[in-house]
Nanobody
Framework: QVQLVESGGGLVQAGGSLRVSCKVSGRTFSKYAMGWFRQAPGKERAFIAAISWGGGGTYYADSVKGRFTIARDNAKNTVYLQMNSLKPDDTAVYYC????????????????????WGQGTQVTVSS
């Protein structure tokens, strides 16, 4: 059974930083690309960042480029999202996900590429 468990969300002031983590179990973590998405109230789930299975490729939405960094630790089966210079517009539930295909290539921006999702962690940025 594949499980993804996010942690590290919370309340932060605008301009601050936060790191969210996602630990994966039940799958050979190092063989699959990982992604982060977010969903704000009343909006659709949106791509934020992705990292290739080997970690050599990272991809970001324009809205977070230069502020957020995705990284993975294959020894710990964990993917991270470091968020800096946070804005109130970053307020959302953040979800991690893992793609369906082994050793896949691409920029991993489509939700349909992902097969397993975490339960989400709330990030709230106050102004």
């Amino acid at each position: 059974q594949v499980q993804l468990v996010e942690s590290g969300g919370g309340l932060v002031q605008a301009g601050g930083s936060l790191r969210v983590s996602c630990k994966v179990s039940g799958r050979t973590f190092s063989k699959y690309a990982m992604g982060w998405f977010r969903q704000a109230p009343g909006k659709e789930r949106a791509f934020i960042a992705a990292i290739s299975w080997g970690g050599g490729g990272t991809y970001y939405a324009d809205s977070v480029k230069g502020r957020f960094t995705i990284a993975r630790d294959n020894a710990k089966n964990t993917v991270y999202l470091q968020m800096n210079s946070l804005k109130p517009d970053d307020t959302a539930v953040y979800y991690c996900a893992t793609v369906s295909s082994l050793y896949s290539s691409g920029n991993y921006q489509e939700p349909s590429e992902y097969v397993y999702w975490g339960q989400g962690t709330q990030v709230t940025v106050s102004s």
